[in-house]
């Protein structure tokens, strides 16, 4: 079950700032002091030291008018840092998140490459929520739950770009304790420990944190924004349980939404075609959440945490000041410098009776090199011909 974090507590309280005023030690209080004071001598112009003690009225007026509008900037700016821990203190907490194996058998962390998060989508098999604070079942039992979803995220250093590579759910990988199977299985066996796991050996990645959605949680997400438009390029006819699509551009609700990343039996590349719809679904909440200026606004940043913690759940190693400040670092982030793909294609094939996706290993490893060393804009440049990247036709 998942369990509510608590944030870190601030060293001070930002609505008590400093009042400037002048005291004992002051050296402007010391110059007065020397010229005399309000009853001292006449000034050096002989008169009564009127100006002198009207510049000493203009400066102390000027203080107290700065203090007071301190104190105002100050309250708000406490209230604001209330808001914005309250709403990441809503986002659920997944305890247990990351594997325990020694850390000499996980990938090291390399300094100033950025951040890298593994977002999971859970086919939960259940009508109640098991993501977010209205989670009614846990997030993880045994066979309970697959992985539908799996990307890898990666954020720069210096907060300009994000990365996100699609790992197809039908992967043939090795999964640790278990053999080879496909890599949604991991988290069915071991929740997102093994996951963490099972990617971090194939990629040799440090993963840092981990989010995971439900279905329920997708839809309500959907719905949150007030809906997605999704252009589809061409009209697909229904197939089999599949729905027809007809060509043009669809404002989809949550359950629209969720349609169309669930489907991939109407689709000519089968699971490499639906990984291009969640992006293009993810790409098309972007653009919305972006165009509304939310991630530039304190206010819109702290709803979005909100709403948030309402559906997903992330791991309780990310406090409440990391989620924030992760988000706020993310504002000046241009459509353009988000960059979605697949992770490299082998081919498919049948094992154990299963259709599986293989990965091209050799290409691969050049992707994850890229990622775990933080030069994704360099690697995109010089492969941008062979990279299996998102682009505006998604069938």
Known sequence: MTSKGRGDEPDEDPGRLSIFGRDADDPDDAHDAADGGEHGEEGADGGTGAPARRRR????????????????????????????????????????????????????????????????????????????????????????????????????????????????????????????????????????????????????????????IDWNGFRALTDAVGGVDITIPRTIEAKGDAREWLAGTHHMDGAEALLYVRERHGLPNGDLDRTKRQQNFLRALMLRTMNSGTLSSPSKLTGLLGTIGDVASVDDRLSNTDLYDLAWSLRDVRPDNVHFMNAPFGGFDTIDGQSVVLMDDGAAGVLWNAMRTDRMDAYLAEHRTSTDTLGEDVS
Do not use: C
């Open 57 to 212: 009225r203009g400066r102390r007026l000027l203080v107290w008018t700065l203090a007071v509008l301190l104190v105002l900037f100050g309250g708000a700016f406490g209230g604001l840092l209330w808001a914005a821990d309250h709403y990441a203190s809503s986002v659920e907490r997944i305890p247990n998140a990351f594997p325990t194996v020694p850390a000499s058998e996980q990938p090291p962390a390399v300094p100033h490459t950025g951040q890298t998060f593994l977002l999971v989508g859970l086919d939960a098999r259940s009508d109640q929520p098991t993501t977010g604070k209205e989670a009614k079942a846990p997030a993880w039992q045994v066979g309970a739950q697959r992985s539908d979803t799996m990307m890898l995220m990666h954020i720069s250093a210096d907060r300009k770009s994000v990365s996100l590579v699609s790992i197809p759910r039908d992967t043939w990988v090795p999964i640790p304790g278990h053999g080879k199977a496909k890599i949604n299985a991991a988290y069915s066996w071991g929740g997102p420990a093994l996951t963490i796991q099972t990617v971090q050996d194939l990629t040799r990645i440090k993963v840092d944190h981990i989010a995971v």
